[in-house]
């Protein structure tokens, strides 16, 4: 494949030489490097002819602008040049930066051997110049839990995904790109457009390795403002509202192209950003905006308060189709880790993240008679002035567009809404029991909740036979909720955070390190965990043990075993999952086991009972299965594994892979589906 670098240029004579040293001294060198230069008043045009000429490099050229075009339209020019070679692959360059030596030949190699992928960024390191403190922590990716990811298709509304200066393009989707930007669209970043329209068509990918150096200092062309506005306020909105109604048209005309049955509902979206665009630049819409980004100055410095307007911009758009308000009703908030509250939380993250309203309404005591739970809140709320029951959240990041409602004893307390879900045993009675003002009601199933968790026999079916909409996360489940005489319910598997949750330790050079999760529930057989390890101990002697949770240990333990309460998502992914050779889960029941998932995206191998919500995603090929009550085949098979170290990481690296399919936006859009009755 022929190869073609796009750098544009401006004022760049400074920064420019390393630049175009990481080019000329690419492994895989490019055939044409064509750039141009926006009208620079410094000697950056003539800098750049000597270097040419100096180092004798056939197929680079530079052309000078007659008129200054802005950083935008300049990019556009450049895609246009690269028409007129013969070049397979396109890749953008800035002036200032520094491309790893094999930037061109890895990002080759990927769009050679994928006939599906067209564009292909990848990671890059951040260098800030101390003339410019103030970028935000989010230009920092940390996802490098695979080799490619794909674009997903549902942030196309977003800023881009990866800075141009990393992004590599096939010439056919060059030929599309220029096709739907149209040149009025001057307030379009170039790279922010390319990785939207590769998300919309599903070409776009990114090479999650780190492949160049950004650096940012003042002088960055992107970075500064117009100095000639009199207004850089007003000229902020213009250009917010001018990227949205630049992606509504392209998307518009893109899912037309496609005959997509989309495409009316995006018309729909564009000409309802148009009249945003309209009051944005008269000035209507000001006094909305400012209740929303209240520092300007830090806005006017490329804040992250650009987030906030996206976001609002988001949920104004999504409630052009009529999304509902959601309640999700939970037992009694004591403000601790609990794996069923952690998947909850993250689907109403991303569900607010779509535009719908939704509330959490934690019940406080809901299998008790309502005068005796509320005799009890009034005193430990009002007269105790104590409770266990806390009305905050502070161990996960739950979105603040979320109302959360505490300490719920009846159906008033409880918002109306459209959809409403159980999101367990003790809560459905109670949300069966609701008016069809507080929503449809669901039934969001994560565990087999029987007498393990102190109910009564038989309580668990009653739960499944309440006239909800039923939903399982594991096939085991949905075989308990069969058996209980209930229809076939919805099935949702659950996912993982890949931003929290990614091999960031080499699965290979680890110590002899088990983790084991310390739990208070018997099912999870933590007893039972330690007392495998301590015969595992007398025949691997430096063997040492991670034991983490939420839960004081119940039992005095040896200086070879650590014990890490409530640790968080660092810890457990760098000091705990991240430097063990197995993660041990003897569990007898388990709804969906999010803690195998995350110790296997870790790099741990995990050793497990052989039960329902661990084999939905865990097999013999990428685990250690052992039937549950043999001490002895776990004994053995954990002693094998730690005295074969091939086995173990080939076994690890194997179950890394497979659960890189279990993400949220592929449950969350299935969620969406079954709540809409498309499943």
Known sequence: MKTAVLMATYNGEKFIEK????????????????????????????????YI??????????????????????????????????????????????WNLEKIKKQVEVLSSHSGIEVLSSDIEFNVSTDQAAIPKSYVFADNYKELSKFPINRFYNVGFRQGMSIAMKKEFIDRFIKYWKEDYDLLPHDSLIQALAGLLEVGYNLNETLAIHNRHAMNASGRHDVTLKSPKKFH????????????????????????????LEKKYYEFTKRRVANAKSGNLWKVIVQQVKDWKKYEHRSSQIRDILFVLKRERNQMKDNKKINFILPANYNHAIGGFKIVYQYANWLVEQGFDVSM?????????????????????????????????????????????????????????????????????????????????????????????????GFAEKTYNMGMTNIVISNELRAKVLESGAGEPKYLPNFYNHNEFYLENSVEDRKNIICLLNHAQETKRTKFGLEILREVKKVIPDLEVQLFGAYDPLEELENWIHFTKNANTEQLRNKIYGVSKIYLLPSVLEGWVLTGMEAMASGALVVASRIGGIVDYANDANSILVEPDNKKEFVDNIIEILQNDGKRIAVAHKGNEDVKQYVIDKSGERLIKIINGEI
């Open 19 to 50: 630049q175009l040293d990481s080019i000329r001294d690419q492994v895989l060198a490019p055939d044409y490097v064509i750039i141009r230069d926006d009208g620079s008043t410094d000697g950056t045009v003539q800098f750049v002819k000597d």
């Open 53 to 98: 000429t100096a180092n004798n490099l056939v197929g680079w050229k530079i052309i000078k602008n007659q008129k200054n075009l802005g950083w935008r339209l300049n990019f556009r020019q450049l895609l246009i040049d690269s028409q007129n070679t013969d070049a397979d692959v396109i890749f953008l360059s800035d002036q200032d930066d520094v």
């Open 237 to 264: 909105i213009q250009e917010l509202y001018a990227k949205h109604q630049g992606y509504y048209e392209i998307a518009y005309k893109v899912l037309q192209d496609n005959n997509s049955s989309l495409a009316q």
């Open 361 to 457: 309404c934690y019940c406080y005591a809901p299998n008790e008679p309502k005068a005796y739970a509320t005799f009890k809140r009034v005193v430990d709320t009002k007269i105790l002035k104590f409770s266990n029951r806390k009305t905050e959240v502070t161990w996960f990041p739950l979105n603040n567009a979320i109302k959360s409602f505490y300490n719920c004893i009846f159906p008033s307390d409880i918002p109306d809404a459209d959809i409403i879900f159980a999101t367990g045993a003790k809560t459905a009675p109670f949300v069966s029991s609701l008016s069809k003002e507080k929503g449809e009601k669901f039934y969001f199933i994560q565990n087999y909740e029987a007498e393990g968790f102190r109910n009564k026999k």
